[in-house]
């Protein structure tokens, strides 16, 4: 009994040492950024930026598409999505979301797949960190 006491006690006295491991490392669509906002907050920020700079700017590469904010999420993930732009019921070709504070960002879908990727992966990586700016709109 006082050997199992003994046991437990020292396994609780660990727990607060495992809690500051370094986190797991995310997926293969997992953009890699922890910041110290909210999940909404850099969502609202990527959303704003991404309808900016890939949208308003009539930027050639995004002329397809439009984009569609989900934002009012009751799961905890905000996202925004970019849908054909004469069919946006369509399935989504790229998902942005965010989750939990520290917000992780993820992106993925086909368009992370094509040849704007490495762009798409950049600038959201960029606007989740807190820079609105437009860079590589060609």
């Given at each position: ?5 003994l046991?437990?006690a ?6 607060p ?7 797991k490392?995310p997926?293969p669509?997992?953009?890699a ?5 909210t999940?909404l ?17 009539k ?19 905000p996202?925004?999505l ?10 989504p070709?790229?998902?942005?979301q965010?989750e939990?504070?520290?917000?992780k960002?993820?992106?993925f879908?086909p368009?992370?797949?094509?040849s704007?990727g490495?762009r798409?992966?950049?600038?959201i990586?960029?606007w ?11």
């Open positions: 009994m006082k050997r199992t006491f046991a437990v020292a396994a609780t006295a660990l727990l040492l495992a809690a500051c491991q370094s986190e490392k997926g669509g997992a953009i950024l922890s910041s110290e906002n999940a907050s850099t969502m609202e920020r990527v959303a704003l930026a991404a309808n900016s700079c890939w949208f308003k700017s930027d050639a590469a995004f002329r397809p598409y439009r984009l569609a904010p989900e934002l009012n999420s009751f799961t905890g993930r996202r925004i970019v849908v054909p732009a004469r069919n946006p019921g369509d399935r070709l790229l998902v942005v965010a939990g504070h520290p917000a960002v993820e992106a879908g368009l992370m797949q094509g704007h490495n798409i992966a950049s600038d990586r960029r989740s960190a807190g820079d609105n700016g437009c860079a590589g709109v060609g």
